[in-house]
């Protein structure tokens, strides 16, 4: 991977940037996103955000070896610290980490997000928490999207502010894919049914307790809500 072809998941983020978008990435490691965007002419500017020293010195290099220093600002911060208003940020792209670490970026800097208008995020795991987070914060999810690469399968969600309701399963699986109910889709669900009822299994043998009971329970209400739309 390198800012002139990206990885599999990283091109579906930059396809939903819109043209002429103002971007921060947050996390952006070797800034590869927001080079790709301003060289393919769809970001016309870009922050690039990174809190750990290492990675924020190869976004440096990176931007500077495709010579794009007077379109992409790169900044040592923790998360959205990175956005200042002067940058007039519209988009945010935040791509690679698990879905409650996206949501506390989301959360520690609220006045970053004043002028953005979209969000393309990329969790690894725990979408969920995402969708919570939208539903609590007006947000509404424009779009969805899972795939699978080198054997990980990562879901995109785009946000647009706006209200939205959303069943439980719903916020569990992602209204979109529900709609489509791609092959990746049902497979990564039906191994988490399998899993769960691993679980359940293990939980028979168990000693009985107030606490196994309840997870019991709960698997088999999860089991029974994923298998209704995979089925």
């Known amino acids: 991977m390198n800012a002139q072809k990206l990885s599999k998941r990283l091109e579906m983020v930059a396809s939903f940037v819109p043209t002429g978008a103002v971007v921060a990435d947050i996390g952006s490691d070797h800034a590869y996103l927001p080079c790709y965007l301003v060289h393919k002419g769809i970001a016309s500017r870009a922050v690039a955000g990174e809190?750990?020293?290492?990675?924020?010195?190869?976004?440096?290099?990176?931007?500077?070896?495709?010579?794009?220093?007077?379109?992409?600002?790169?900044?040592?911060?923790?998360?959205?610290?990175?956005?200042?208003?002067?940058?007039?940020?519209?988009?945010?792209?935040?791509?690679?980490?698990?879905?409650?670490?996206?949501?506390?970026?989301?959360?520690?800097?609220?006045?970053?997000?004043?002028?953005?208008?979209?969000?393309?995020?990329?969790?690894?795991?725990?979408?969920?928490?995402?969708?919570?987070?939208?539903?609590?914060?007006?947000?509404?999810?424009?779009?969805?999207?899972?795939?699978?690469?080198?054997?990980?399968?990562?879901?995109?969600?785009?946000?647009?502010?706006?209200?939205?309701e959303l069943t439980q399963a719903e916020i569990l699986l992602g209204p979109k894919l529900i709609a489509t109910k791609s092959p990746v889709f049902v497979e990564k669900w039906s191994r988490e049914v399998a899993n769960w009822q691993r679980v359940q299994q293990a939980i028979e043998k168990a000693e009985k307790t107030a606490d196994n009971e309840a997870k019991f329970t709960e698997l088999a209400q999860l089991v029974e809500m994923v298998q209704e739309v995979i089925q």
Request: proline residues 4%; aromatic residues 4%; without cysteine.
């Open 51 to 164: 809190v750990v020293k290492g990675p924020f010195e190869s976004a440096v290099r990176q931007v500077r070896t495709e010579g794009l220093t007077n379109k992409i600002t790169v900044r040592m911060a923790d998360g959205l610290a990175a956005v200042e208003e002067t940058d007039q940020i519209d988009t945010v792209t935040i791509a690679g980490m698990g879905g409650p670490l996206i949501v506390s970026i989301l959360e520690k800097h609220p006045q970053a997000l004043k002028s953005v208008t979209r969000l393309i995020l990329q969790p690894n795991i725990h979408a969920k928490a995402i969708r919570e987070w939208a539903l609590l914060n007006r947000w509404a999810l424009q779009d969805e999207v899972i795939l699978e690469e080198d054997g990980k399968v990562y879901e995109v969600l785009v946000l647009q502010r706006g209200q939205m």
